[in-house]
């Protein structure tokens, strides 16, 4: 079993930078892909960055493509996303989650190929 744990989170003023991490709990970290959702209240949780288990060419959203970069260590099981100038529009619960699949961009964005996820950290961006 694979368990998540995102921190980074908190409440920050537009044009600040947080860095999310991801703790995975797992033996065979590097065979996993890794990418980064969110959720906004009363909306749908949407891609936001993808990183495959070799750590080389990372997917982005478009709304983040630019502010936010993700990264990988896998010499200590953990996935990054640093988010530098922050926007109200931001705000949201941030996951991460790990998948085994072939690293294409369709299947990276979607949901519905990740089958393990952690709870989310909230980041709520003020105007």
């Known amino acids: 079993q694979v368990q998540l744990v995102e921190s980074g989170g908190g409440l920050v003023q537009a044009g600040d930078s947080l860095r999310l991490s991801c703790a995975v709990s797992?033996?065979?970290?590097?065979?996993?892909?890794l990418g980064w959702f969110r959720q906004a209240p009363g909306k749908e949780r949407e891609f936001v960055a993808a990183v495959p288990q070799s750590g080389g060419t990372t997917l982005y959203a478009d709304s983040v493509k630019g502010r936010f970069i993700i990264s990988r260590d896998n010499t200590k099981n953990m996935a990054y996303l640093q988010m530098n100038n922050l926007k109200p529009e931001d705000t949201a619960v941030y996951s991460c989650a790990a998948a085994v699949f072939l690293f294409i961009d369709a299947r990276a964005r979607n949901t519905r190929n990740y089958p393990y996820w952690g709870q989310g950290t909230q980041v709520t961006v003020s105007s």
């Open positions: 797992t033996h065979t970290f590097s065979t996993y892909n």
